[in-house]
């Protein structure tokens, strides 16, 4: 890799305080809590329970279940607050999607490994009003399982000393177009107070969802 490829890459998962501004915000909640929601509510009849469970501060991350690229903006428009969202970096190389990202508050990671500069963006984020998204099973599945889940997440909350607050969703992989043709079901569980024990949070958090979701947890974790 080049040195001019490692400043960008830098350049996109080093995010500081003032990258989270009020205008960066107003645009996430247009995208998702307007132009989405209008499309939950139409066509999906979304139903949301458990908003109770959102902590009052920001010291968490939100954990999700992954099905469909509807996800991101769902968990967004459901918390009611900037969602910050890893995006892996190969997607900072196209100018548009750059753009996007930003905008939405996304920063770049390496998914090979947990860089200095991760760790120093989500603790940037802790002094922010948002609050870190990631989806530990790291890419879309097909529903029925919570399996292939990544320690990611928990080792985050670790070392960032973050409760993860875990979220289930159901039906956004049914790909739906006509009004009330859809039905998505979000459900907020209990927070998962942070510990040393990874691989305690990281069984805790696919107990959750499995609950919250009503699919099965396959213990099979990926380092």
């Known amino acids: 890799m080049s040195e001019m490829d490692k400043h960008q890459n830098k350049k996109y998962s080093l995010r500081s305080v003032k990258f989270y501004n009020k205008w960066r ?8 809590n307007v132009f989405y929601m209008i499309r939950f509510k139409l066509v999906y009849r979304l139903e949301v329970y458990g908003q109770e469970n959102i902590p009052q501060d920001n010291k968490y991350i939100v954990a999700a279940n992954h099905l469909s690229t509807l996800d991101p903006p ?8 900037g969602v910050a969202y890893m995006a892996k970096k190969e997607l900072f190389d196209n100018f548009f999607l750059r753009w996007w990202l930003n905008w939405l508050g996304a920063f770049a990671v390496d998914r090979e490994k947990l860089g200095v500069s991760t760790i120093k963006t989500v603790m940037s984020i802790r002094d922010t009003s948002w ?5 530990p099973q790291g890419t879309r599945q097909e529903p029925g399982t919570i399996s292939d889940l990544t320690k990611g997440f928990a080792s985050l909350a670790k070392a ?11 039906g956004t992989n049914e790909v739906k177009r006509l009004p009330f043709s859809g039905k998505i079901v979000v459900k907020i569980g209990k ?5 040393d024990n990874v691989d305690d949070m990281v069984d ?4 959750s969802v499995a609950d919250l979701t009503g699919f099965e947890y396959k213990k099979a974790v990926k380092n």
């Open 74 to 81: 769902l968990v967004c428009a459901v918390m009611k607050r």
């Open 131 to 135: 609050v870190l998204g990631i989806f």
């Open 191 to 195: 927070v998962i107070p942070y510990s």
């Open 160 to 170: 960032t000393k973050c409760d993860i607050l875990p979220i289930g969703i159901t």
């Open 204 to 207: 805790k958090w696919g107990n």
């Open 25 to 32: 915000r107003i645009f996430l909640y247009l995208v998702t």
